[in-house]
């Protein structure tokens, strides 16, 4: 029997995880990819820390992400994840006015968020001398900051892990019942776990689980996707802030937003969708990321763009965050419908739940819990004399794997070895950014696919970009002549 | 730190063909740094023939060109330190390098020449939209896992782009029972040799499809198929109702090559936006004093036998540079590319420093028939080259001009290389 069983290894579950492994509690983490951060929300989206001016007073949204926001330093500084306060400004252009810079001021106070100014367009382009022409002034967000949101679950699952949650990759849990006092937790393959408790992070599946148990509030996601554009890292410092535009009804808005590792982000949209998991970019799509990014940004280097993407954010027909347990499902908790700033929020909500659970179950807290966890060396970021004393303790540092981005073999073996480590080239690429620069994995592949296969003992032809059927080599050369 | 007379940074064909020059203008103190654990550079994975005609007047394959140099290396005493990786250059030629036995190290150089090669452009680059599973390779990518590796990416393959790395790509994945469906290429000609139109793609019927890209891609986890459309050559974009849908498990993007210069920037260098390279004089000197550039870093080649000519030159020219302990300077005249020529080397010529011939290398902005090349100066034509049937992008055009062209006139503005067409 276990005290908890959380579904969904993205930041949500993974947060409420970490809290959990501070108690003395049997705790299982069930994921259906085959890495933790996969699931489609947590490592494709915007990566900002808000400041909480945008969601309605009152509600969640509005009430974890003024918790949440504060949190991050001490939690980014145990866990060793990029985290930077590079500040926001919300935008306003010739054609809007500023009475929707005003509003959210007063919205912010409302909610409680500190360290807002408004700037007419003087001082907006004195901070911000690349903006676009047709800016008029700015709300000023100076608690707004960046994040890794990958590298912030991978974070929080590791630390979880090591200090006791067990985690289980590439297991998707179909079906929840009770059984007597407690719960059974069926997975794919059939096997059934018994737990005094349940949490629901399944993100973009979480309707499916509260609504099988629970009859309180009927939920549904609508799943909203999001197009982005990544540049390369040689504009990291066209803007200091996060440049937002005035918010609308789908959303905050086409951003342009450096990045904790340099390149710049551009978008989203905000297009609803029928399908889940339906992350494919559109030409459509992409076309209208560029015409209102050039707003904010007139002269966007396409020359230098490195990649595009989509996420799919898990938008709740309830309109907020549905947390806590349901009067008619006791021991079971939702942490359902995280959509934006799920991200910010979510250290809050783990905490929230963490503490929900704990108290149900009577759980004591542990002497000897560990609230640090390493990161990866990052060869790239470390002084000479660093670099020089890594490579004598481990030769493997001194062997770089992808050239663009400046990634040792070293830093790859320790992705692979580590707490929950990498069994893909896509997880190799979030754990180290191996693949992730100019060349997006041209060089690096081959030899990333070789040092998988070594650590895991895999054939190159079993080594996948991302799980599942991704496989990368469908075979070896002249093996068809031969028949085999 | 160590100091080192010549340093050359890459061990590939530019930078082994620099090395030999060097070592026999008779630089003691050189080396070469070489990021791989063997030198080549890309000629490794480059097993077609083809290599040489120009150099040694034979076909070679790729390891088999490279094998001469590296010969001829070993036999003077060339030192080409593998496995060893620059992390930066600095303005005044310090190089920072690492290698997993020698560690970190420093070298302070008196000349460098830079000899890294280039790079694919990726998918990214291009902004194609769809899905992103596995089964995309740059065409380069896919090369080296067939031939270095023994392994295939694919067995039904489209490839966009018709860069010669994409044309030889079809042609070997073919030799390996691949079916290759379509090269599709967005221009109204290919930027690939002519013989490798014929010799990979015609004599196997693989299609070439000009003014046609690929505007999705399909299949979640493994590529599924693309749908390639009519691209209208005026505005480059996809014409509606041209789509088809092309089952395929594999795209092979051979979409132009960048040349790396991540550490020349860093040095201070400047990079011309026409060739993606350093700007250089005759003798291939950068902007950066000391340092100079030949090879696919300093433009995009058609044929290594240009390349080793051209670091051969670095070479002699660094060293040269480093025995008479001169500064370069003098007079710089900047060269200008007229009607029909682009990423014109070098940009600049220095007047008070030119004895030998210069040879302006470039690529055809276009196919033109019957056109020859004209080099001005100040607007007045000095030299009018021999008439060429046929001139396309994907061939590099050459003109050697001697230096007795060159009217010694101290208010002498600049240099013209233009194409002139019937």
Known sequence: MRDCIIIGAGVIGSAIARELSKRELNVLVLERREDVADGGCSKANTAIVHAGYDAKPGTNKAKFNVLGNPMFDQLCADLEIPFKRNTSLVVAFEGDGMQGIYDLFERGLKNGVPDMQILDQYTLRKLEPNIGRTAIGALRLGTGGIVCPYEMTMALAENACENGVEFKLNTEVTNIERAGDHWAVTTADGTRYETKTVVNAAGLYSDKFNNMVSNEVHLDILPRRGQYYMVDKAYEHVFNATIFQLPTDKGKGILVSRTVDGTVLLGPTAEDIDDKEDTRTTAEGLADVLEHARKSWEDIPMRSFIGNFAGVRPRPSTGDFLLGEPKDAPGFFNAAGIESPGLTSAPAIGQYLGDMISDKLGAKMKENFNPKRHAIPKFRELSNEERAKLIAEDPAYGRIICRCETVTEGEIRNAIRRPLGARNLDAVKRRTRAGMGRCQSGFCSPRVVEILCEELGLDPTEVTKFGGDSQLLVGRIGAEKEGK | ?422
């Not at chain 2, 103190?29 to 080549?40: A, F, I, M, S, Y």
């Not at chain 2, 097993?47 to 010969?71: C, K, S, V, W």
């Not at chain 2, 008196?110 to 899905?131: D, F, Q």
């Not at chain 2, 979640?220 to 849908?245: L, N, S």
């Open chain 2, 1 to 422: 730190m160590r100091e080192v007379d010549v340093l050359i940074i890459g061990g590939g064909p530019a930078g082994l063909a620099a090395a030999v020059a060097a070592k026999e203008a008779g630089i003691d103190n050189l080396l070469v740094l070489e990021r791989e654990d063997k030198p080549g550079g890309i000629l490794k994975q480059c097993i077609h023939n083809g290599f040489g005609l120009r150099m040694f007047g034979e076909e070679l394959t790729g390891p088999e060109y490279a094998q001469r140099y590296i010969d001829k290396a070993e036999a003077l005493g060339v030192p080409i330190q593998c496995d060893t990786m620059v992390l930066s250059v600095t303005g005044d030629r310090v190089v920072t390098s690492i290698n997993p036995e020698k560690g970190l190290e420093q070298f302070q150089a008196k000349a460098i020449v830079l000899a890294m090669g280039c790079r694919e452009r990726p998918r990214g680059a291009l902004g194609i939209p769809g899905w992103r599973g596995a089964g995309i390779y740059s065409a380069g990518t896919a090369q080296r896992f067939v031939n270095l590796e023994g392994l295939m990416p694919g067995r039904k393959i489209v490839i966009l782009g018709s860069g010669d790395i994409g044309l030889i790509m079809a042609r070997r994945m073919t030799f390996e029972g691949c079916e290759v469906k379509a090269c599709v290429e967005l221009m109204p000609f290919s930027s690939g040799l002519k013989r490798n139109i014929v010799q990979c793609l015609d004599d196997y019927g693989i299609p070439l499809m000009l003014n046609h890209t690929v505007v999705d891609i399909a299949g979640r986890d493994r590529v599924t198929g693309v749908t390639i459309a009519e691209i209208d050559p005026k505005t480059k974009k996809p014409i509606a109702g041209t789509e088809q849908y092309i089952e395929c498990d594999t795209l092979l993007l051979s979409v132009g090559l960048i040349p790396e210069n991540e550490l020349s920037t860093g040095a201070g260098v400047d990079i011309s936006r026409s060739t993606q390279g350093p700007v250089v004089d005759e003798t291939l000197a950068t902007s950066v004093e000391g340092i100079f550039a030949a090879g696919n870093v300093l433009h995009v080649h058609d044929l290594v036998d240009f390349v080793s000519e051209e670091a051969a030159t670095a070479g002699r020219t660094a060293a040269e540079y480093v025995k008479s302990g001169a500064k370069s300077g003098g007079k710089r005249v900047p060269v200008e590319e007229g009607f029909g020529v682009g990423g014109c080397v070098p940009q600049y010529i220095n007047l008070d420093a030119v004895k030998e011939p210069v040879k302006f290398m470039f690529r055809p902005r276009d196919v033109y028939k019957a056109a020859r090349i004209c080099v001005d100066v100040d607007g007045e034509e000095v030299l009018r080259g021999k008439p060429h049937m046929i001139m396309a992008p994907g061939e590099m055009a050459e003109l050697t001009v001697d230096p007795e062209v060159f009217p010694s006139r101290p208010d002498m503005g600049k240099v013209t290389v233009r194409l002139e067409v019937k």
